[in-house]
């Protein structure tokens, strides 16, 4: 996969791309990375790339000229060009596996108030990491490359690794132990040691949905379940002292699909 990252902060990225996954990643050649400097692209001698915006207000804005220009130049056949700005749609686990189906990816980083409206017209998708304003894009765009290594083969040393990650099913994660077996009095649960691995995978199952209606119930109104799944969140949402009255409330019809264990479903905008 082959990614060029526009900034006027091109600094930022390297301690980045040469750190642990990413790093290695970039290493084996599985994942390649430019950073160019957007002052590169501006034709007089401040390098200028803000000015004041038109009809006054605070803040400066990202002038056309140099994006346009980085674009023109950077775009390769195929390639997909993302503008990381508060303003994109929100970046969830479904849009990171969908961009990673692509071979080439143009990141701009915005700074300032923002870029100059024109500069949209040349850009095929706007991406945000949440609901707050950072400084610039340069954060969101490692969020982004390190989302999207994962997803590259051979970058994670074990491929269940990537597949067991919390939003890979739409559901949050399973809790997880290690060594040993007691800590402070709080114990490593039975299960686990048990050398049963259906009772395992059944377990972990009901942890999912567990930490799912505790932490994010929201996802639930948009995650497709099975069956399976159906029965065990009643059961579990029972032991979490939720009735099924309340749980249909977080449980749309479309959950009862019972396509939960086949394919990834979409969560979140």
Not at 5 to 34: D, K
Not at 75 to 84: E, K, R, S
Not at 185 to 193: A, F, Q, R
């Amino acid at each position: 996969m082959h990614l060029s990252v526009v900034s006027i902060f091109p600094e930022l990225f390297s301690g980045f791309l040469s750190t642990s996954l990413v790093g290695a990643a970039v290493e084996r050649g599985r994942l390649a990375v430019v950073v160019e400097d957007l002052r590169r692209f501006t034709d007089d001698r401040h390098r200028s790339v803000d000015d004041e915006p038109y009809g006054g207000g605070g803040g400066m804005v990202m002038m056309a000229e140099p994006w346009l220009r980085a674009i023109d130049e950077l775009v390769a056949p195929g390639a997909w060009t993302v503008l990381l700005t508060p303003q994109g749609h929100r970046l969830n686990e479904s849009k990171v596996r969908e961009l990673a189906g692509r071979q080439r990816l143009l990141l701009l980083c915005g700074r300032y108030e923002g870029v100059d409206e024109r500069v949209l017209s040349q850009v095929d998708e706007e991406i945000s990491i949440g609901d707050f304003v950072l400084a610039g894009g340069e954060l969101p765009a490692m969020v982004l490359i390190e989302a999207l290594s994962r997803q590259i083969p051979g970058v994670v040393g074990r491929p269940s690794s990537v597949v067991d990650d919390s939003f890979h099913d739409g559901l949050l994660d399973y809790p997880h132990y290690t060594r040993p077996r007691s800590v402070g009095g709080l114990d490593v649960p039975p299960v686990l040691l048990s050398g049963d691995h259906q009772a395992i995978a059944g377990w972990r199952r009901r942890e999912a949905l567990r930490a799912t209606l505790r932490k994010r119930p929201d996802l639930l109104a948009v995650v497709p379940l099975g069956e399976r799944r159906r029965m065990e969140l009643v059961e579990v949402a029972a032991e979490e002292g939720i009735g099924e009255e309340e749980l249909a409330r977080l449980v749309t019809p479309d959950s009862a699909e019972d396509n939960g264990e086949k394919g990834a479903p979409q969560v979140g905008g």
